[in-house]
C-alpha cells in the first residue's frame, strides 16, 4: 500500500486540484516538504504536463509558505530522486522542498552536487587541477 496515496487530511499543508504538500517525516531540515501529485505515478517523468504544471505551481507556493513561517530561511534545495539507483525509496512521484539556513553547514558549496559526496566542491577540484 502506498503512503502518499493515503495522506490524512491534517497531515496536508497545502493542496490544489492536482497535489498537495505534507511535511516530511524524516525532515532534512525544520519544515522540509514534500509536494506529491495525487494521482498514484511512480516517477516524475511519466506525470502530465497539466500534473507538472500544477505541481510547479505549488512549489512556489510552498516556498512563499515556508518564508511566511519562519524568516531564518534563506534558501532552497528542490530535488526529485527518480529510480532506485537514484535514491527513490517511496515510488510515488514527489518533491523535497528543503529550506536553508546559514551556517545549517560548515559549508554549502555544491549544494545537491553532494549527493555524491567527492563531486560536490567542483570548483575546487576544477582550480586545483588548473595549477597542476
Known sequence: MCIFCNIKQGQIV???DYALVIRDNFPVTPLHSLVIPKRHIAEYFDMTDGE???INNLTKET???ILNEDSSVKGFNIGINVGQVAGQTIFHSHIHIIPRRDGDVDDPRGGIRNV???KGN???EKFNNEKS
Do not use: D, G
Request: hydrophobic fraction near 45%; aromatic fraction near 6%; glycine fraction near 0%.
Open 122 to 124: 567542483y570548483l575546487e
Open 116 to 118: 555524491i559526496i567527492e
Open 52 to 54: 507538472i504544471l500544477a
Open 14 to 16: 497545502l493542496q490544489n
Open 63 to 65: 516556498r512563499k509558505h
